[in-house]
């Protein structure tokens, strides 16, 4: 089902050079931020110009269709021509065929972006017979940004202890023949001060987790390392990240962890598992698959994960949110086989997880675009409910103190960023 929140416009955009901005964080909203930005390279968003809902097991195919409708009918002036410029839209999906939360397209009003040391600014215009964009190159005001947002965060729909069932439950069941491996997650839940900038938020998980993606879209806040899609031409890239151990106290205990995980059973066969799911489902829309042999240590600041690179060729007119919904939900959010991974997600959760775990990202015009996996983030509701989620794969061999332990290190990002 599709439904959209406004008439499907006819949109007139026009990109020009920009004098460098900052820290383009700081130049989305900060009741409504709209960003995708990673070491300081991205695009923000300020404002809608036009805003799509989807629902149901086809929400990215409908969202593809009214894109490439929208994009038919606009016109766009973009001399730049970089990654971001010219006509953008974020989006957000849900995790699940049947979740309740809606997701979402939105294309901005204003885009601010920086990439390989150049800087722009788009303006969307939805009114009939727009002035010109009036500038050929300016600068733009830095806006001051309100004070560190505090949030205290307890457990939500599923405490410790209701995890630690749940991860019983899912090894009976992966033990008894069902499953290969059932992702799980768990929330924590808190209240959002009156008046709290939410670019203050982006800005200090941007700032602990640089290699991160910083993202924001529709109340969806967080930083993820995981690259589900990304587009560029025919040229397709993501990463897989499955098992992962936490940091050491000093190189030397750091070293020791990293070569555990590596060669750890577990988290080995958990791995296994999400590079076989990604590669099983990228092959329906890709050819010349190739992915790296091994998995390498991939050193976050909280974590190690192992973590494996993939590349392909995409059919000319594939777009990311194409691959996005085919590739989605890999094992890495859900499990194998998929189909009953999600229902054992579903039932030993038994809380629908919304965009957690969903694909994130931006899409451009001619296809191109960059979707994440909305990991390490939690959902800002509009009465200030802040609900931060964080998971775990489960599999043969998981105990459920070990899984406890990792979901509290994967809720670091923001528990951080909101003490």
């Known amino acids: 089902m599709t439904r959209t929140t406004t008439a499907t416009p006819t949109l007139t955009v026009s990109t020009r050079i920009l004098d460098d901005p900052g820290d383009v964080l700081r130049h989305t909203l900060r009741d409504a931020p709209l960003a995708f930005v990673r070491s300081g390279d991205g695009i ?11 629902s149901g097991p086809d929400r990215m195919r409908q969202a593809s269709a009214v ?26 999906f849900a995790f699940a065929d049947d979740s309740a939360e809606r997701s979402v397209l939105v294309v901005p009003r204003v885009v601010i972006g920086k990439r390989r040391g150049k800087a722009w600014l788009t303006a969307v215009d939805t009114t009939p017979d727009p002035e010109p964009l009036a ?27 209701a995890y630690a069932a749940a991860v ?17 997650a768990r929330d ?17 998980l ?63 066969e958990e791995h296994g598992f999400a590079i076989a799911s990604l590669l099983h489902a990228l092959r329906t829309v890709a050819t010349d698959v190739r992915a790296d042999p ?17 590349r392909a060729t995409l059919p000319v007119g594939t777009t990311s949110l194409d691959v996005a919904d085919a590739l989605h939900p890999t094992a890495a959010v859900a499990g194998t ?54 998971g775990a794969g489960i599999v043969a061999g998981s105990e459920p103190a070990r899984e406890v332990a990792e979901t509290a290190l994967k809720f670091r990002p923001i528990r951080d960023a909101l003490a």
Request: hydrophobic content about 45%.
């Open 294 to 310: 091994e998995p390498f240590r991939l050193q976050l600041p909280n974590l190690w994960h192992l973590a494996t690179d993939v």
């Open 67 to 92: 894109w490439r409708d929208l994009v038919q009918g606009a016109v766009v002036d973009d001399p730049v021509q970089l990654r971001g410029t010219g006509l953008v839209a974020f989006g957000s």
């Open 135 to 161: 500038f050929s190159r300016t600068s733009v005001p830095v806006p001051a940004v309100g004070g560190h947002v505090s949030v205290a965060l307890g457990p939500g729909r599923i405490d410790e202890d």
């Open 337 to 390: 086989p998929t189909d009953v991974a999600v229902r054992l997600v579903a039932e030993l959760e038994g809380v629908d997880r919304g965009r957690y775990a969903g694909p994130v990202g931006w899409l451009g015009a001619n296809g191109d675009g960059e979707w994440m996996l909305a990991l390490r983030s939690a959902r800002i509701d509009d009465d200030g409910t802040v609900r931060a989620w964080a």
């Open 206 to 268: 941007a700032a602990a987790y640089p290699q991160c993606v910083t993202f924001a879209v529709d109340g969806l806040v967080g930083a993820t390392p995981e690259t589900l899609a990304r587009t560029d031409g025919t040229e397709l890239s993501a990463r897989v990240l499955a098992g992962s151990a936490a940091r050491g106290a000093d190189p030397v205990s750091d070293r020791a962890a990293a070569e555990a995980l590596a060669a750890s059973a577990k988290d080995v």
């Open 188 to 204: 924590l839940v808190g209240a959002l001060p009156a008046g709290a900038d939410q670019r203050a938020i982006l800005l200090d």
């Open 168 to 184: 019983t439950d899912a090894v009976r069941r992966i033990t008894a023949g069902e499953a290969e491996k059932v992702v799980l």
């Open 44 to 54: 923000v968003g300020i404002g809608e110009a036009a805003r799509f809902t989807f």
